[in-house]
């Protein structure tokens, strides 16, 4: 079997093949750092940070590089809103980019270079385009020539002619055209700068992607990514100023992910739905957050909203049920009865597993679609939840080993998006509600929601012994508004998600 992918240089799926066998060089367009990332920002970042995953479990060795843009009139203009350093206001906005990378389970690029640690790489390509005859120097600014490179508008599909009515609205007279754009900007009063061939002065923002690519990838290289807003100018730019520069193609293959909508409409302040990921985290797991994510195709518009983190909070204990009924059952193994379950049943989930990931990988082999390939999972979810009602797993440890190869599968699977299924992590098991209604009913005082349920279950055990049934049923009420209900089985009682799938 093979990967196809979606190439928007050719328009169409391919085969991929990257250009050494079993290593795949890769390079994403990083931050630029002025501000907090927003969740449409977040999605690109998790659409690629899905498809390296996915390359490393198909046994590819993945160089990851994505660039932190550090230096740049948006940072600048910040600087000076807020009286400080350029260089101190991009330090900040680093480490919260980090963190919050971080926050959502996205792994670190294996490098991550900064503009402003490339700079003498930038003004090496920058003479390279120059003394090549496709960059010109005016006042301090190098510009790029646009008629030089032939090739302009093959990644967006435009012609140069037709790109050229739009540019001479904006016309700035000391460029030979309309169309070309800055590779070095000459540095005015106040802003961050570095000595140049040219003069002080510091990089144009296309130039640094490929100066990084080129000196940590090579040249011509497999992937390139980044949002579908990037394709122009800035991806057709960096082919530009690249295949200028070297004669020879830039990026093999190039991926697109689509955008990002709220409540159904572009994001933006004024429209009062401009969401940053760090507020969402605050209030949904990262695993919930990708489950929402993961359910569109990366190429497709993604609509997000509270609406759809409730939903994909409740998908996301479903995937859960099974994991923890399984780990409940072995941690009572020596207290239940055993019931007979016919011998065939373990092939039948043995089989479950295997078809799970045959099609997990047929999905994801189809340009990373992700939302059949979590549709495979459910239906594994399915299956482990008919098993365990069957044949009483619940009640039964001795069978529940039967099931220990689909739940390896359903962890592995989950693993490649990226999901953390960890049980007994604490996080994304119960909601943090759970622990003021085990303060109220229980007098419950700590943090860890696994032990606030416990605290539950004990205090309705007493009451059912008091026959105190008001006391009982509240406790039984406040789990049910979690979504969750108690069940009572043999060797005692226990709380598992309330939705049967
Ligand atoms: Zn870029």
């Known amino acids: 079997m093979t990967i196809r992918v979606y190439n928007t240089l050719s328009r169409g799926k391919q085969e991929f093949t990257p250009r050494e066998p079993g290593v795949v060089a890769m390079y994403v367009c990083g931050p630029t750092v002025y501000n907090h990332i ?84 930038m003004i090496d390509m920058v003479s390279r385009l120059v003394s090549g005859g496709h960059a010109y120097v005016v006042d301090g600014d190098v510009y790029f020539s646009v008629r030089s490179f ?5 990644l967006s599909g435009r012609n140069v002619d037709e790109l050229e009515v739009g540019a001479r609205v904006d016309v700035d007279e000391r460029k030979q055209d309309p169309l070309d754009f800055a590779l070095w900007k000459a540095a005015k009063p106040g802003e961050p700068h570095w000595a140049s061939p040219w003069g002080e002065g510091r990089p144009g923002w296309h130039l640094e992607c490929s100066v990084m690519s080129e000196a940590e990838l090579g040249i011509t290289f497999d992937i390139h990514g980044g949002a579908s807003d990037l394709i122009f100018p800035h991806h057709e730019n960096e082919i530009a100023q690249s295949e200028a520069a070297t004669g020879r193609p830039f990026v093999r293959y190039w991926l697109h992910g689509g955008l990002l909508q709220v409540n159904a409409e572009k994001m933006s302040k004024s429209l009062g739905n401009f969401m940053l990921l760090k507020d969402v ?52 193994r020596s207290v239940v009865a055993e019931i007979q379950a016919p011998a065939e049943t373990e092939s039948l989930v043995a089989d479950a597993a295997a078809q799970t990931r045959d099609a997990f990988v047929e999905a994801m082999d189809d340009d990373f679609n992700t939302a059949g390939a979590l549709a495979a999972v459910f239906d594994l979810v399915r299956t482990m939840n008919g098993f365990m009602e069957r044949y009483g797993i619940g009640n039964n440890a001795r069978y529940a080993g039967r099931l220990d190869g689909a739940a390896d599968a359903l962890r592995e699977l989950l693993g490649v998006l990226g999901i953390d299924a960890g049980t007994r992590s604490g996080r994304g098991e119960y909601p943090p509600e759970v622990l003021e209604i085990a303060r109220d009913l229980a007098g419950y005082v700590g943090t860890d929601t696994e032990a606030a349920v416990e605290a539950l279950l004990s205090a309705r055990a007493v009451a059912r012994t008091e026959r105190n049934w008001p006391a009982a049923d509240a406790v039984r009420d406040g789990i049910a508004a979690l979504g969750f209900a108690i069940e009572d089985t043999p060797s005692g009682s226990r709380v598992v998600y309330r939705s049967g799938s």
């Open 38 to 121: 927003h969740i449409g920002n977040a999605r690109t970042f998790l659409t690629f940070d899905v498809i390296r995953r996915y390359l490393e479990y198909r046994g590819f060795a993945v160089r990851f590089v994505q660039n932190i843009t550090d230096v740049d009139d948006k940072i600048i203009a910040r600087a000076n809103e807020e009286g400080r350093d350029a260089a101190a206001v991009a330090a900040d906005y680093t480490l919260a980019f980090r963190q919050a990378m971080d926050a959502l389970d996205i792994a670190p690029p294996t490098v991550q270079p900064k503009a402003t640690e490339t700079i003498p790489q």
């Open 150 to 154: 032939p090739g302009y508008g093959k």
């Open 281 to 332: 985290l605050e209030h949904y797991p990262a695993p919930v957050v990708r489950l929402l994510m993961l359910q569109t195709h990366y190429r497709s518009p993604l609509d997000f909203s509270v609406d759809r983190l409730d939903e994909a909070s409740r998908a996301y204990e479903r995937l859960l049920t099974p994991l923890r009924n399984l780990e409940w059952a072995k941690r009572n």
